[in-house]
């Protein structure tokens, strides 16, 4: 949620941010729809003020057996006012706040510009891209000898899903428990096992709702799946006043992810990349306002350094203005490569939402010394996305006669395997 007193002040340059988000200008309705409410309530303070004022006047006249009946008519007159003053009131806030919450969160200064991915700025590669002998293949090619099962996962629940078999199944559980304990025991993050199931506040407190409600799934009875444990977790301060010497927060879960994919029709319809369900371990980190920007760039190292125990290729990317989340200030994509696809896909994000999620959440710290408490600033980020990270162990581990080495970081996750053998 954006500050409005900021708008105030800052119309023209929220209309700039606006345009390189791709978004038409927006200020001055909202400033419209603010100063008409404004005005609303300075009129029903006055009338509430002279009711009082003169039904005590007509207290004091009564004492003193004088005819009030002008004055009765008088606040009758202003009771009507006030009613339609309250209900046009009520009108405007509900209006204000449901266009507030439309409006994406301010960009960094530093986010580069463009219109799309294609504006995205290379930061760093890391990792040598493996040398094949022969044509590598894709992973749902290499899984269908592996354990890999799109045909079970289509009887019981249609597409975009997959069942996994045998050591298929326990790679997958083994990428996960390997991603928390280095979180937990290197990177100082506090596990949580959180709730799938959340009220629809929740939803809204990190901004998945109303914009994306298209891309989630919401039961009969009115809860919402959760599309990553970023709403959960972030939600935990919803609505708390935090001391500064709790912050940072750093919160790590490993939940189920449950997204439509409403906005990928067509895209990566093959395989494991885009799924109505997967597996991430996500990191959470809640703190002051002067130290989100360094707090950004260790969330992002934490998840670099998954892809480098595993020894998997990848590239920070810096996104644009235009392809930059509704409620992020700046993220950082990482992309590992892909050898069976030839090019480098997403497996992480990190993101800096300032103030912007708290404002909805209401989630606030009190600086030590100080009265007035102030909004946190919250960062999420993958730690990494647990499917994504066992598509790109296969692709790049694997052999020319169809099995997969399974790397030095995960073996002892796996009993000591070294190898998943295909089987016919």
């Known amino acids: ?52 004022r003169i039904s005590r006047e007509i207290g004091e006249r009564k004492r ?69 002998t022969f044509t590598p293949r894709e992973h749902d090619a290499l899984g269908a000898r592996l354990g890999m099962d799109f045909a079970s996962a289509a009887r019981l629940s249609g597409a975009r899903f997959v069942v996994l078999w045998d050591q298929l199944a326990r790679l997958e559980r083994a990428l996960a428990q390997f991603m928390l304990d280095l979180h937990l025991r290197e990177h100082g993050y506090r596990e949580v096992w959180v709730p799938y199931l959340v009220r629809e506040a929740a939803v809204f407190g990190t901004g998945q709702l109303p914009k994306f409600a298209d891309d989630l799934f919401r039961t009969t009875d009115g809860y919402w799946l959760i599309p990553t444990a970023e709403v959960s977790l972030t939600n935990l301060v919803a609505g708390r006043i935090l001391a500064e010497r709790e912050l940072p927060l750093r919160l790590v879960a490993a939940t189920p992810c449950f997204r439509s994919e409403a906005g990928a029709a067509g895209k990566d319809t093959r395989g494991m990349i885009r799924q109505h369900q997967f597996d991430k371990v996500e990191l959470v980190s809640i703190t002051v306002p002067e130290r989100s920007r ?41 992309e590992v490569w892909l050898p069976g696809q030839r090019r480098y896909r997403e497996i992480s994000s990190c993101s800096n939402c300032g103030d912007f999620q708290a404002r909805r959440m209401n989630a606030r710290y009190r600086p030590e010394g100080e009265k007035r408490p102030r909004f946190v600033h919250t960062l999420n980020g993958s730690g990494v996305a647990v499917g994504r990270c066992l598509v790109a162990v296969l692709e790049n581990y694997q052999q020319e006669d169809g099995s997969v080495v399974v790397p030095e970081a995960l073996r002892p996750y796996m009993s000591g395997i070294a190898r998943i053998e295909p089987h016919d």
């Open 294 to 334: 360094e707090e950004h760039e260790r969330m992002t190292a934490c998840a670099e350094e998954v892809l480098r125990r595993l020894d998997l290729p990848y590239r920070v990317m810096t996104l644009c203005s235009g392809d930059t989340g509704f409620a992020a200030m700046k993220t950082y994509d990482l």
């Open 1 to 52: 949620m954006i500050d409005l007193r900021w708008l105030r002040e800052h119309p023209e340059e929220y209309d700039r941010i606006l345009a390189r988000r791709g978004h038409p200008p927006a200020a001055r309705e909202v400033l419209e729809l603010d100063a008409e409410k404004r005005a609303v309530e300075t009129r029903l303070q006055e009338g509430q003020a002279a009711r009082n």
């Open 64 to 132: 003193r057996g004088e005819d009030v009946s002008a004055l009765l008519a008088e606040v009758a007159r202003l009771k009507e006012g006030i009613r339609v003053d309250e209900e046009r009131l009520r009108e405007l806030t509900e209006r204000l706040e449901r266009r507030l919450a439309e409006l994406p969160n301010l960009l960094a200064e530093d986010v580069p510009e463009g219109p799309d991915e294609s504006g995205n700025r290379l930061e760093r590669e890391w990792g040598r891209v493996r040398d094949f």
